[in-house]
């Protein structure tokens, strides 16, 4: 039974600056969520209850916002407002939440790195924050299936657009009896486009074995000098004595990216539409504003 999440926060969210000067990027809203709020529950949707995030310095507000706030549940409490009391309530009690920190950001394989205490010798999941998983498509629980199965890692794989492909860690890959999973033969880091062996882009979710520790620790610095968490699997899935086989599960249902400016207002009007409460109305104004305001552009 998998029962431990890794989530690497330690990034500085540069690319969301000034908003990210003294807010963690993590905490940027999604709609009216923090986007690390989506990452968590979706954790927990998959039984994953021991979350493990891997943060560094100005990440305090993280902790804050899976922790109790009494002063506000008592104010809530005071005026009888129970809908937004279960809002305030509902982050605290997802998951038991630990911290570490990462010190000198290193890249992901180190941040990786950073769980194993905390891990030990079991397989567990990494969840990275910009990719959000429409919790109606269940991708992590498929994953844990299958690594439950073959036993070694499991990562989450997406047909991209070829031009996309240097954006993502890359696999070739060979098909299995499941039409939904590969077996991994190579992974590369940000390929250029040339040298892409596949437009299987890996989509930041993990299900690992912990030997991927004791490869993380002689990893060297990869793409962009990082030490790079594609690098470990690749030296795992050519070996299966010291931890392989790494199967792919491909997954075709809806992914939202909060990586870049772009993308992340793509995730809220994404998002926005399709909630009960919002989605109608916006919708509406949405297609007003679309046809009407833009009609010229
Ligand atoms: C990381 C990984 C990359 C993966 C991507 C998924 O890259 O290194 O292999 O494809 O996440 O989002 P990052 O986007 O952090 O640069």
Same mark, same amino acid.
């Given at each position: 039974m998998?029962?431990?999440a890794?989530?690497?926060?330690?990034?500085? #969210?540069?690319?969301f600056l000034?908003?990210?000067?003294? %807010?963690?990027? &993590?905490?940027l809203?999604?709609v +009216?969520?923090p986007?690390?709020?989506?990452?968590?529950e979706e $954790?927990a949707a998959?039984?994953?209850?021991?979350?493990?995030?891997?943060?560094?310095?100005?990440?305090?507000?993280?902790?804050?916002?899976? +922790?109790r706030n009494?002063?506000?549940?008592?104010?809530?409490?005071?005026?009888?407002d129970? &809908?937004?009391?279960?809002k305030?309530?509902?982050?605290?009690?997802?998951?038991?939440m630990?911290y570490?920190?990462q010190?000198?950001?290193?890249?992901?394989?180190?941040?990786?790195?950073?769980?194993?205490?905390?891990?030990?010798?079991?397989p567990f999941?990494v969840l990275l #924050?910009?990719?959000?998983i429409?919790p109606?498509?269940?991708?992590?629980?498929r994953m844990?299936?299958?690594?439950?199965?073959?036993?070694?890692?499991?990562? $989450?794989?997406? &047909?991209?657009?070829?031009e996309?492909?240097?954006l993502y860690?890359?696999?070739?890959?060979?098909?299995?009896?499941?039409p939904?999973?590969?077996?991994? %033969?190579?992974l590369v880091?940000?390929p250029d486009p040339?040298d892409?062996?596949s437009n299987?882009?890996v989509?930041g979710?993990?299900?690992?074995?912990?030997s991927?520790?004791g490869?993380?620790?002689?990893?060297e610095?990869?793409?962009?000098?990082?030490?790079q968490?594609?690098?470990?699997?690749?030296?795992?899935?050519? +070996? /299966?004595?010291? #931890?392989?086989?790494?199967h792919?599960?491909?997954? +075709?249902?809806?992914?939202?990216?909060?990586?870049?400016?772009?993308d992340?207002l793509?995730?809220?009007?994404?998002?926005?539409?399709?909630? /009960?409460?919002l989605?109608p109305?916006?919708?509406?104004?949405?297609?007003?504003?679309?046809t009407? &305001?833009?009609?010229?552009?």
């Amino acid at each position: 039974m998998i029962k431990k999440a890794v989530i690497p926060a330690a990034g500085l #969210g540069t690319r969301f600056l000034p908003a990210t000067k003294a %807010t963690p990027k &993590e905490m940027l809203p999604v709609v +009216d969520k923090p986007a690390i709020q989506y990452v968590v529950e979706e $954790a927990a949707a998959a039984g994953l209850s021991d979350v493990l995030m891997i943060t560094g310095r100005n990440k305090r507000p993280l902790e804050d916002h899976f +922790d109790r706030n009494y002063e506000l549940e008592s104010a809530l409490t005071r005026k009888g407002d129970a &809908e937004r009391l279960l809002k305030v309530q509902e982050s605290s009690e997802l998951a038991t939440m630990h911290y570490v920190r990462q010190g000198d950001p290193r890249g992901l394989g180190h941040a990786v790195l950073c769980a194993e205490p905390h891990v030990g010798d079991e397989p567990f999941a990494v969840l990275l #924050g910009d990719d959000l998983i429409d919790p109606r498509d269940p991708l992590l629980a498929r994953m844990i299936e299958v690594q439950g199965r073959e036993g070694g890692s499991v990562v $989450a794989l997406m &047909e991209v657009d070829p031009e996309q492909v240097h954006l993502y860690g890359c696999a070739a890959a060979e098909a299995t009896g499941d039409p939904d999973v590969v077996r991994i %033969t190579g992974l590369v880091e940000k390929p250029d486009p040339a040298d892409a062996p596949s437009n299987l882009a890996v989509i930041g979710r993990y299900v690992l074995d912990p030997s991927v520790f004791g490869v993380l620790k002689r990893t060297e610095p990869g793409r962009g000098g990082e030490i790079q968490l594609t690098d470990a699997l690749q030296e795992l899935a050519g +070996d /299966e004595k010291i #931890g392989g086989p790494v199967h792919g599960v491909v997954f +075709d249902g809806r992914r939202y990216d909060t990586g870049d400016r772009g993308d992340y207002l793509r995730a809220i009007v994404g998002l926005a539409c399709e909630r /009960e409460d919002l989605g109608p109305g916006f919708r509406a104004w949405l297609r007003h504003f679309v046809t009407d &305001e833009m009609a010229g552009d």
